[in-house]
């Protein structure tokens, strides 16, 4: 597997190149890829809050490479922005750094877990990959508590013994 730490230039006049460097990069490894880092760019309108509204054009160039590269941006768990700035009055908060999977890669770590953390000492956050999750992220509905747990005496017991619970009164009149 190869794996490339990625900080996209900032100015748009150097952009280009470095995608195109990223590019090259695909053409050349052979193995299974995984990128990570600050791409400095956004690849949906969902990926900016405040500021000045995101242009269609500014999500072309992350787009592209990952059609290019057969790449996927790996759902994230949790906070979804990675970087925010006070300017002009607003707080404005983006999603510029990520996980992309080369689809090669992703067949290796299928349950791969994402998470995004806080903002702490800068402007981002930390992007934590963990690639053999020990509880891979739940699909489906939630636990829900049942109120008829309560009318077993299984429970009650269950429940005082444990210090969980203090029952003033009983949870279940049958």
């Not at 748009?12 to 995608?19: E, G, I, V």
């Not at 787009?63 to 300017?87: E, M």
């Not at 290796?108 to 998470?115: G, R």
């Not at 990959?129 to 992220?137: C, D, G, K, S």
């Amino acid at each position: 597997m190869s794996f490339s730490a990625v900080y996209t230039p900032a100015q748009t006049q150097d952009k280009n190149a470095f995608c195109d460097y990223l590019k090259h990069l695909h053409d050349v490894i052979d193995l299974p890829w995984c990128l990570m880092g600050d791409f400095n760019e956004m690849l949906l309108s969902s990926n900016k809050i405040g500021g000045s509204p995101l242009k269609v054009s500014k999500t072309q160039r992350l787009s592209d490479f990952l059609a290019y590269s057969k790449g996927v941006d790996a759902n994230v768990h949790g906070l979804i922005f990675t970087w925010k700035k006070f300017l002009r009055g607003q707080l404005i908060y983006e999603k510029l750094d990520r996980v992309i999977f080369r689809e090669d890669c992703l067949q290796l770590f299928s349950n791969y877990l994402v998470t995004n953390g806080p903002f702490t000492c800068s402007d981002h956050s930390y992007v934590l990959l963990n690639t053999a999750p020990v509880h891979p992220p739940r699909k489906g509905t939630m636990f829900k508590h049942q109120h008829s747990w309560a009318c077993y005496k299984d429970t009650i017991t269950w429940l005082r013994k444990t210090g969980n619970l203090t029952l003033p009164v009983p949870l279940c009149t049958t």
